[in-house]
């Protein structure tokens, strides 16, 4: 039962242009909602968090949007740089839940 | 800045061997998490511990046995390896405020490969 969904396992976007990654999830008892960069051979890194009190996030270059009606968030990139070709990983929390649970991961290629 | 220590990077076992993964969490920290990132697929979290007792659970196998010692650090203990045991093992720590953020702090990750 897959409860964090990223459906696009890859995306590829022009340099300077805006990235957009989507994010699904079907668990409503979700409290926070976060986006982790992962590079090849490291660990994920926390990249941006959005309670589910909140409808937007913004930190810099990076902005996460949450519809919970829809039961869905995305992270907007922009402008989009070379270094930021790195999988995203989607995930999810419950307060007092200590734990998160990841989506599959969207492998963002940033093209010069 | 401090960061999750794990180690070894790489180990590689035969099948029904034993391994042992180590955890170190950034200082202060209380809760410590291991994931399994199989090739191609999303961390599956295994299991948590804060202030040394198991805190919570995922899909651990039998096989697979974990504690949090005195100093924080924990041990990932695997027996019985098979070759599906083949991924890289994420530990992660969070601090007391967890609850409020949510935020988990990464390892760079063990590599086992069972042969």
């Known amino acids: 039962d897959q409860q964090v969904k990223q459906n696009s396992p890859s995306l590829s976007v022009q340099e300077g242009r805006i990235s957009i990654l989507n994010c699904d999830y079907t668990?409503?008892?979700?409290?926070?909602f976060l986006w982790y960069k992962k590079y090849p051979a490291e660990g994920p890194t926390f990249l941006i968090s959005?309670?589910?009190?909140?409808d937007k996030n913004e930190d810099g270059r990076f902005t996460v949007f949450l519809n919970k009606s829809a039961k869905h968030l995305s992270l907007h990139i922009v402008p989009s740089q070379p270094g930021d070709s790195a999988v995203y990983f989607c995930?999810?929390?419950?307060?007092?839940?200590?734990?998160?649970?990841f989506g599959q991961g969207t492998r963002l290629t940033i093209n010069p | 800045a401090a960061g999750v220590i794990q180690s070894p990077r790489h180990l590689i076992k035969e099948k029904r061997e034993t391994a042992t993964l180590k955890c170190y969490p950034i200082?202060?920290?209380?809760?410590v998490y291991w994931y399994q990132q199989g090739p191609g697929q999303d961390p599956q979290f295994l299991i948590s511990?804060?202030?040394?007792?198991?805190?919570d659970k995922g899909s651990i196998p039998d096989r697979f046995s974990a504690q949090q010692f005195s100093d924080y650090h924990s041990e990932l203990n695997m027996s019985s390896l098979e070759l599906g045991d083949s991924a890289l093992y994420f530990c992660?720590?969070?601090?007391?405020?967890?609850?409020?953020?949510?935020?988990?702090?990464f390892g760079e990750g063990s590599r086992l490969t069972v042969l």
């Open positions: 200082p202060r920290h209380d809760t």
């Open positions: 992660a720590s969070s601090p007391p405020q967890f609850a409020n953020t949510g935020e988990l702090f």
């Open positions: 959005i309670s589910s009190i909140k």
């Open positions: 511990f804060y202030e040394k007792m198991q805190s």
């Open positions: 995930a999810a929390a419950m307060q007092g839940a200590q734990k998160l649970v």
């Open positions: 668990n409503s008892m979700f409290d926070y």
